[in-house]
């Protein structure tokens, strides 16, 4: 099979789905998309099903030309896109004809662009997904970031698939560098920490460290200490907030290890967790408590809406 | 055994068995863990054992944080848990280890910081079986516990940058094998010549939480046979 022959991987550009569920008992990660907000509307804009694989390209500088003609749709970061030398929107369905060649310039607000095709790309599952996850080698093209002559297969589509560019409603489209409230869902060893440091935790605004991955966001400001130092390892939700004895949190995201052992304050709700993934290092954040149904129904509906 | 459930997330509870580790607890947890994957697996999207608690994954989009916590309560009922006969969980593995010099960089460093010779270490630790607490850190990397207390010292201060696969390693109370070449601070003690995380298999750990190790030291040239079937 044909597709999109890689010219310029970018710094760390990577084949990524939803995740790799059932398998976190093994010590496997899940992986998956960063910001799911982006990429499931990139898949949504191609009337693909939300698990498609598609691409997740981290700060941009990637070029890719067609084998074969195909539609595509890029979201997240703004980074300037370019079809053949001539400028193109971001948040919206492009079509691109054999021996075309497009460019993700560096991007200028967020942290990952997500480019998917019609029917996703084609690669072989691992665990269930084609996530990749380049500390455990799995998913992708075996089990690592883009490089340069990569192809990402995938299959051709007809110009006449749609009568028109599709594109994201304009209110629909976020700001990656509007200030940023995390909602948290109290929990884990909520109780082993103080009045006070909770009420610092929720009070005083964050920063997000360089040292942020896609393990997770370490972020600075005013320290918060728990009760207790260490705690047996145990299973770390998405999003979770770890507080080391530093007192600095940090944020755990998609490719977080399975275990950790330090005491947590609670976790965020996934849908901003998303969102702090674009927030680049330096950007201010703060926190806001939510409650459990209020969460689960906002994420309801955010599921319910990219199932539709 | 006290169960307490305590809301992870949006979507994740975490069961707390003990606040304590015990051998025969994470038998129950792994117990507990089929008996879950058994009654509720349209509803379960992940479950994570580790020492004393359990972290359940559930679909919120078929399932309310209220329903999934009487849903869990019902299946793991103590007197089910602790007499489940249906459920025999944990098998008994043993892994061939070699304690050659050339596969065990930390035996002659370990020697002197412990005050054991070579055969002593190796008697102490072939002469247990160890139960599986965790496994995490990498996939396949399990924390097997727990170690004789002679054998007992902290982990590097400087970690190596890489630890090949099939590592045979101790740090604390804890024994383990790197199932992949990663960076690490355990003390190396020798090499397993069996893959312990193999991603082609339907099972791909050789063991899991609630299984238990044993290990049984190997020649040189029976270490290399094996590596060779590989």
């Known amino acids: ?39 499931r509307w990139a898949n949504r804009l191609l009337e693909n099903t939300a698990d498609k694989a598609l691409l997740e390209v981290t700060l941009g500088n990637l070029e890719l030309q067609a084998e074969h003609s195909v ?18 929107a971001g948040w919206q369905t492009h079509f691109l004809e054999k021996g075309d060649r497009i460019t993700l310039g560096w991007a200028r607000n967020g942290q990952r662009a997500y480019l998917a095709v019609k029917g996703g790309f084609s690669l072989r599952p691992e665990f269930g997904s084609c996530s990749t996850v380049v500390r455990e ?12 002559e990569d192809l990402l297969p995938c299959q051709n589509s007809c110009s006449d698939d749609f009568i028109c560019n599709r594109g994201v409603p304009y209110r629909s489209i976020p700001d990656y560098s509007a200030p940023t409230t995390l909602r948290v869902i109290s929990g884990y060893q ?50 979770a907030i770890q507080i080391p004895p530093d007192g600095q949190p940090i944020i755990m995201l998609k490719d977080r290890q399975t275990l950790g052992g330090y005491p947590k304050i609670g976790t965020l709700l996934p849908i901003d967790a998303f969102r702090l993934s674009q927030c680049r290092p330096g950007t201010e954040v703060c926190f806001e408590p939510i409650s459990l149904a209020e969460g689960q129904e906002i994420m309801r509906q955010f599921y319910q809406f990219f199932s539709a | 055994m006290q169960l307490r459930i305590e809301t992870a997330g949006v979507d994740s509870l975490l069961l707390r068995f003990s ?19 058994s009654a509720l697996d349209d509803l379960i999207v992940d479950l994570v054992p580790s020492y004393t608690t359990l972290l359940v994954v559930y679909d919120l989009n078929r399932v309310t944080e209220q329903e999934i916590r009487s849903q869990v309560l019902s299946v793991l009922q103590p007197e089910q848990i602790l007499s489940s006969e249906k459920l025999v969980v944990g098998k008994t593995v043993v892994l061939p280890v070699c304690y050659e010099p050339s596969l065990a960089p930390d035996m002659e460093p370990l020697q002197k910081a412990l005050g054991l010779t070579r055969e002593e270490i190796i008697q102490l630790h072939t002469g247990r079986t160890y139960q599986v607490y965790a496994v995490g850190f990498s996939p396949g990397f399990g924390y097997l516990g727990e170690l004789d207390q002679r054998l007992q010292l902290p982990r590097h201060a400087t970690p190596r940058t890489r630890v090949p696969a099939g590592s045979v390693a101790i740090a604390e109370a804890n024994t ?22 193999d991603k082609t298999k339907v099972d791909p750990c050789l063991f899991v939480v609630g299984d238990r190790v044993k290990f049984e030291a190997i020649s040189l040239s029976e270490y290399q046979r094996l590596e060779a079937l590989r």
């Open chain 1, 1 to 39: 099979m044909s597709g999109l022959r890689v010219i310029k991987p970018g710094p760390f550009s990577l084949i990524q789905d939803l995740g790799r569920f059932g398998y976190q008992h093994y010590g496997v990660t899940t992986g998956g998309a960063l910001d799911e907000h982006a990429a």
């Open chain 1, 71 to 88: 539609w595509i749709a890029i979201t997240g970061a703004d980074c300037p896109i370019q079809i053949n030398n001539e400028s193109c």
């Open chain 1, 137 to 148: 080698g799995l998913g992708g093209i075996e089990g690592k970031a883009l490089a340069v």
């Open chain 1, 190 to 239: 909520i109780d082993n920490f103080s009045q006070q440091s909770r009420s610092t935790f929720y009070s005083t605004p964050y920063k997000v460290k360089v040292e942020s991955d896609r393990m997770g966001y370490r972020l600075e400001g005013a320290g918060v200490s728990a009760e207790i130092t260490g705690i047996f390892s145990e299973g770390i939700a998405f999003g």
């Open chain 2, 19 to 37: 606040d304590r580790v015990e051998p025969e607890l994470i038998s129950s947890i792994g117990t507990a863990c089929n008996l879950l994957e």
């Open chain 2, 176 to 197: 383990a094998v790197y199932p992949q070449e990663t960076p690490g601070g355990w003390w190396l003690i020798g090499s397993a010549p069996l893959p312990v995380f």
